[in-house]
């Protein structure tokens, strides 16, 4: 039996009239993962006054509200306007807002690891419905028993990528609190030429050949089917400062010494990576794809005006066979993660913009599969996504009542989705948030740690 009560589910729309428009997305916007990212934030209770409860609610709604208008395309909603492709219609349909109550205490969440019980303190989205009845952001707020409460957001992922979605976030907290907006959204897409018929026919679009590819099967297999149906978990692995600069150390061994030494994000996602190729007992000459995640914001010339709201963040995939992931230096994983994120250029974009313009149909780059569709990449065993939020300040999100006692992901259920997180320590510690099979995830523990100890104890 679920802790938690369902209360009443109201719609937000903005305070004041707002521009009604149909809005061309990008083709960054339409590929990838498009439907909604969760996030949750807990926060200590503030009185257990039922009075003050009714006040938390009231005073985000007003704030929520408030920050609509202009944050406007987010009351919006998705269409589906043909081949694969969507559009946003500013209509002002507003976001939903979810209000519920646990029996729980936010003691009873423990460390906040994730659980069943998240499902229940997130807001479900029905994809059941025709996508144009789907509210691009949903909020839910849960008072827990202890006057504790948590504010979770499931965000349309074809409107907003991480850094946008927390930069709404980040102004709707500081409206709740009184102050004014810091920095205003941009919606304008035409840097990207959204909308645009392509400037080149397919054949002259200079794409790298691993840019678009569909990421390796298991050997043996012709599709991926068997393994999308496999159960499972999801743990928080904790890095201390200590493991996560014994990463960079032993990574940086390898390295020529011409090159510059590699990043925190390029050691610890090598190590990820050679991990769960252990874990899955993979065979040598079984090929595998890393998915990273860039932000092209500051990689585009010029760079994306500060407030650029909308999908900046790209996926670019690096390969390689488990068998030299696992048996070279952690170097060479990192090496392979290198070279993936340098091609995300100016020239990178805009060519793969324009190979997409080219395509007859975007459905086959979408991932779709949360709502019944396998036509999209699928970055389950052998392969692996790792989306990085280290350098986002996912942290001090203050809505008035003091900031989080923890924030993490929310709800994900997908084999090889993963997440690295700053410690919310500040002192350099590193959170992995990782889904796999069940049969994998405790070799993967195992491995995980075991191999920085080994390079601990060979660098003493």
Known sequence: MSSVTYKGCYTVRPMEPTKCERVPLSEWDQIGTITHVPTIYFYRPTSQ??????????????????????????????????????????????VHFIEAESSLTLENL????????????????????????????????????????????????????GPSALHFLCEWARLSRGELLQTAPLFDRTVFRAGEPPLMPLTECRVHKDQFIHPPLLLGQTNNTEERKKKTTVVILK?????????KKTANESNS?????????????????????????????????????????????????KGYFGNATLDTVATSLAGDLVSKPLGYACSRI??????????????????????????????????????????????????????LPIYGVDFGWGKEVYMGPGTHDFDGDSLLLPGPDG????????????????????????DINVSESCQD
Not at 284 to 291: F, H, K, V, Y
Not at 438 to 450: E, R
């Open 257 to 305: 010494g011409h090159a510059r030494g590699y990043t925190r994000y390029e050691s610890v996602t090598g190590h990820v990576w050679r991990t769960a190729c252990k874990a899955r007992g993979h065979k040598e000459d079984q090929p595998t794809a890393l998915g990273v995640c860039v932000d092209s914001r500051s990689r585009m010339e010029p760079p994306l005006p």
């Open 338 to 391: 290198r070279e993936a994120i340098e091609r995300v250029t100016d020239e990178y974009v805009r060519t793969g913009i324009e190979f997409l313009k080219n395509q007859e149909d975007l459905s086959r780059f979408q991932d779709l599969y949360a709502i019944g569709s396998e036509k999209g990449p699928f970055y389950g065993n052998p392969n692996l996504g790792v989306v990085s939020w280290l350098t």
């Open 110 to 161: 423990g460390d906040f690891s994730p659980s069943s019980e998240y499902n229940n303190l997130v807001p479900n989205v029905d994809y059941t419905l025709p996508i144009h009845e789907l509210p691009v952001v949903l909020i839910q707020l849960t008072n827990f028993k202890c006057g504790g409460f948590s504010i979770s957001l499931n965000t349309s992922h074809a409107v907003a990528d």
């Open 49 to 94: 006054d039922k009075d003050n409860v009714n006040t938390v609610a009231s005073t985000l709604k007003d704030a929520l509200s408030r920050a609509l208008v202009p944050f406007y395309p987010l009351a919006g909603r998705l269409h589906w306007i043909n081949k694969g492709r969507l559009e946003l219609d500013c209509n002002a349909m507003g």
């Open 239 to 247: 890095m201390t400062k200590t493991q996560v600069e014994t990463l």
């Open 427 to 450: 002192e350099g510690s590193v959170l992995l948030a990782l889904c796999l099979q069940v049969p994998h995830m405790d070799t993967f523990k195992k491995h995980f740690y075991q």
